[in-house]
């Protein structure tokens, strides 16, 4: 073995035991630059990433995810809070939607990223208290709908990043929502000019909720030059869920109300308790009220009559929560602080429009 060799030899460590602190020495960096490098932060210069990854290769080094969390100080964990119904059980509130987001968009994000998500479900009462002391336990929260104040969620956002599901963008933090506007704007088109209806009724969501709002005022502006009108307010305020679509529905009879020849749902799930609350009432759908959703959930296909629709990408706004949240704790730069999703309207049976032989 020629003397090179056998001082290299000497020096190397076995792999497994070599540290960031070998790699900066090795390169005549510090922990800090070789830190910046390795964890794909800040904005380090093309020589000093260049220095640091021919230490990385020359030594073999293979960064251990736990030693490199732990060096930055990361727990690796995002909390993901969705907000529990004030009236509904846990069963109620844990919608499709909830389930689609959480475990096939941001779970699957997650993994990819080595990162642990740690679900947890808020009221609009107990968030302020417990949202502050759950960030303690991650790297960065993913909330769904408003659940804290504009001014509280500001707060919050100095703690630790914060990604808005559903809601408006606010100051220090980023948002993932899909285009309501243009959604519910094709889904009024169509049912005024396709079909000729001239009473719309919009059954809401959460009264505070930023994307049951901005779906109200899209059917309201849609419909303002159309010869259509708009029935909508206190009598017309759900949950997004199915029992307080048909709560709405079944009230609404009781005092001898007059339904709108077309209802036009929050949600999904808002749909489907009113179908249910009309089929048992003997009123037929879509022959004498049409209604529709928002979402596509799967059971959308396969309700009788099945649902017509405005799809949004359910997996993709959860996979985009994460990939935000995540490019923020990794201090990256040039993150996109406000992310609107296309939305497409799915025409079923419903609305009127008989489609046989749809596949499911």
């Known amino acids: 073995m020629s003397g090179g060799a056998a001082d290299m030899a000497k020096t190397r460590k076995p792999r497994t035991s070599l540290t960031i602190y070998d790699v900066a020495r090795h390169a005549g960096l510090s922990i800090a630059s070789v830190s910046r490098v390795l964890n794909g932060s800040g904005n380090p210069q093309s020589e000093t990433r260049d220095r640091v990854m021919q230490a990385v290769r020359e030594l073999s080094y293979v960064p251990d995810g736990a030693a490199r969390a732990l060096s930055a100080g990361l727990k690796e964990v995002v909390g993901v809070v969705f907000r529990r119904g004030e009236d509904a059980g846990f069963e109620e509130a844990e919608s499709p939607l909830f389930d689609e987001i959480v475990t096939r968009g941001i779970e699957a994000s997650a993994q990819r990223s080595g990162f642990d998500v740690l679900i947890s479900m808020a009221g609009v009462d107990d968030a302020p208290s417990r949202l502050p002391a759950l960030a303690g336990k991650t790297d960065g929260l993913i909330l769904h709908d408003r659940l804290l104040s504009a001014t509280a969620l500001a707060h919050l956002a100095k703690l630790l ?156 706004m959860g996979e985009t929560a994460f990939d935000l949240l995540h490019a923020t704790i990794m201090g990256r730069s040039q993150v996109e602080p406000d992310v609107v999703l296309p939305v497409q309207l799915v025409v079923r049976d419903s609305c009127g429009c008989a489609r046989p032989g749809e596949k499911a």
Not at 164 to 173: E, F, I, Q, S, V
Not at 254 to 269: E, H, K, S, T, Y
Not at 283 to 310: M, Y
Request: glycine content about 10%; charged content about 20%.
């Open 161 to 316: 990043p914060v990604v808005t599901l559903g809601g408006r963008p606010a100051p220090g933090t980023m948002s993932v929502r899909c285009d309501n506007d243009a959604g519910v704007r094709a889904l009024v088109r169509h049912l005024v000019a396709d079909h000729g209806y001239r009473t719309l009724a919009y059954l809401s969501g959460h009264s505070d909720s930023p994307d049951s709002q901005a779906r109200a005022a899209a059917l309201e502006r849609e419909a303002k030059d159309s010869p259509a009108r708009v029935l909508a307010g206190p009598r017309w305020t759900g949950d997004y869920s199915a029992a307080g679509g048909a709560r709405v529905i079944s009230a609404l009879l009781a005092d001898g109300g007059r339904l709108p020849r077309a209802i036009v749902c929050a949600n999904d799930q808002t749909a489907l308790g009113v179908m249910h609350a009309l089929a048992q009432r003997g009123i037929r759908v879509p022959e004498e009220v049409a209604v529709t959703g928002f979402d596509d959930v799967a059971v959308a296909r396969h309700l009788h009559p099945t649902l017509t629709t405005v799809r949004q990408p359910i997996r993709e």
